[in-house]
């Protein structure tokens, strides 16, 4: 049976179709489509659901990827899968009240209804998700890591001064915080990003030594783990967590938030931190910069064994599963 993947425009970011080109690069019998409005005004929202209409299939298994949930309205009588990656527009942003309405029913209320089958990226995702639907088959499937992300040996800051990065500079990575807790230690921070007026001033005041990228591309994203020592992930809100994943398969040491999506993602592969209490931030950057290789080294170790749970092979299958259980199964034409 064909599998109809739509997809967002890429012009909206390239993260959600990065980590699901990892998984359906591999599944046969499949086309994709990326729907041609960005953003989420009247004339965006009719012309993706006029798109997906003229392109369903209804003998075909039709998949929305991420972000366009509301483009399941123009799936009704097809065969339908929704991945909900996070719930941020409803619980980060800051947004007036009758948008957030509007966001909450064409975005998750009704897509949940109409969906045949819902997946959530991880079981934290799916407990916000929840709060919007009586519906008891929602299935999690973690995302997989790309296998462009590769073990390189260790190289333990053999100038002395361990390297910490930090990819992504939206409010919720919480940096202002995190250079905040650097102040004053002996390390360079590389940050993958475009930066803030107020994350700038901060930097400036902390007086970090820093180094600021942004528009790299995946070989570099990945060449920039692999130049690393550490990498900070203290996030306060996440719908999973790819680059913990990523920094486990290169075999580099995480310290990250301790939230419950990241305490699903990472397992005992990272160092926990607080993310509103500055002190403990600092602790555990101070336990890892003064460290002598062992608690590094024993995070390393932890990673490659937690980041098997996240191979593509083994994601993979789950969605063909999913996609099977939906092809052989009148019951959810």
């Known amino acids: 049976m064909r599998r109809l993947f739509f997809h967002r425009n890429l012009k909206a970011g390239y993260s959600i179709n990065r980590v699901t080109q990892t998984v359906i690069s591999g599944i046969p019998e499949r086309q994709e489509y990326f ?5 989420a005004s009247l004339k965006a929202i009719l012309g993706n659901l006029l ?3 003229r392109h369903r299939d209804p003998s075909a298994v ?5 972000d366009i949930h509301y483009c399941i309205l123009a799936l009704i009588g097809c065969k339908s899968v929704l991945t909900i990656h996070d719930t941020v527009p409803l619980d980060y942003n800051q ?4 948008k957030k309405l509007l966001m909450e029913w064409l975005w998750f209320r009704l897509p949940l209804r109409l969906a045949t089958k819902v997946v959530c990226i991880s079981e934290s995702t799916k407990r916000y998700v929840m709060r919007y639907t009586n519906r008891q088959d ?6 997989a890591v790309d296998p462009a992300f590769q073990e390189k040996p260790y190289r333990d800051d053999q100038d002395g001064v361990p390297t910490v990065l930090m990819i992504g500079t939206y409010p919720n990575k919480n940096l202002i915080r995190t250079f905040e807790a650097l102040k004053g230690l002996k390390c360079k921070v590389v940050i993958i990003g475009r930066l803030s007026m107020a ?4 930097l400036a005041a902390c007086q970090l030594d820093y180094v600021q990228k942004e528009g790299l591309s995946d070989a570099q994203i990945v060449e920039a783990y692999e130049s690393c020592d550490i990498v900070s992930f203290i996030s306060l809100f996440e719908g999973f967590g790819m680059i913990v994943i990523e920094a486990n398969k290169v075999g580099r040491p995480v310290i990250c938030s301790d939230i419950p999506v990241l305490r699903e993602v990472a397992g005992d592969a990272a160092l926990f931190v607080n993310p509103n209490d500055v002190e403990d931030m600092r602790k555990g950057f101070e336990q890892l910069l003064s460290d002598d290789g062992t608690l590094r080294q024993s995070l390393v170790h932890k990673g490659f064994v937690n980041v098997q749970r996240f191979e593509v092979s083994a994601i993979r299958q789950q969605w063909l599963a999913l996609y099977d259980s939906i092809s052989l199964n009148p019951s959810s034409w």
């Open 35 to 39: 729907v041609p409005y960005v953003g």
């Open 51 to 53: 798109y997906v209409w």
């Open 62 to 66: 039709h998949h929305i990827t991420g």
């Open 95 to 98: 947004l007036p009240q009758l």
């Open 138 to 143: 929602i299935e999690v499937i973690h995302n």
């Open 199 to 202: 994350q700038q001033e901060t």
